[in-house]
């Protein structure tokens, strides 16, 4: 049986919905300014397995409400922009959609992990047509959102891959060094939207 029971074709129908509405947003920005929005965006529903060992490393029934309620990562999206203000316009945008709540913000841009980790997450709860695993109708679904610049992305996903994937010998050599790397890309980051700003002060 599905962790996700019935509601999970709602899940699927939930993160399609919000792609393309996501998409839209950046068409409409480009139009309007010529700029993206974001970079690319990912989406995903958690995998059944994935679930259910998020549910056990938390001493959870292995129940639909534990997979809706208990955690809210259930359906997440990842969406990717090429400059550190485009995050910020991501979240106001998002804050403006009159069927979704934010009911939880970190931002890991202004204050960063100790590890050197930088990302803006967000928990929505989003108002829908279907029904919801409490019997709500409209019903309610958690989802979600990471928001990061592109350099921001290689880190996270490079640090994922050489410190979950491989054993590492010297951990708090490679720690310091990821944490160097991490700060260099922040650099980088807040250079590049200043000669953003620039070229945009000359054109005005």
């Known amino acids: 049986m599905s962790i996700y029971g019935e509601y999970k074709p709602t899940l699927q129908k939930i993160l399609q919905e919000l792609m393309t509405r ?16 974001f970079e690319h965006l990912n989406g ?21 409400y534990s997979a809706l309620r208990e955690n809210r990562d259930s359906i997440g999206l990842r969406i990717v922009c090429n400059f550190i203000d485009d995050i910020y316009l991501c979240v106001d945008k998002i804050n403006q959609m009159p069927d979704i709540e934010i009911v939880k913000k970190k931002d890991y841009i202004t204050n960063a992990k100790p590890n050197g980790y930088r990302s803006y997450h967000l928990i929505l709860d989003m108002t829908t047509s279907d029904i ?53 890309l922040a650099s980088c980051d807040v250079s590049m939207q200043t000669i953003r700003q620039m070229i945009r002060d000359e054109n005005q």
């Open 22 to 37: 996501f998409n839209s947003l950046n068409q409409e920005q480009q139009s309007n300014t010529g700029d993206s929005l």
């Open 44 to 64: 995903r529903v958690k995998t059944e397995k994935s679930m259910t060992e998020k549910c056990q490393r938390k001493n959870l029934p292995l129940t639909p």
């Open 132 to 184: 919801d695993i409490e019997g709500n109708s409209p019903g309610h679904y958690y989802v979600e959102i990471q928001l990061r610049t592109i350099a921001m992305d290689t880190w996270a996903s490079l640090e994922h891959e050489m410190k979950y994937k491989h054993e590492v010998k010297h951990p708090e050599l490679i720690s310091r060094e990821l944490k160097r790397v991490a700060d260099e």
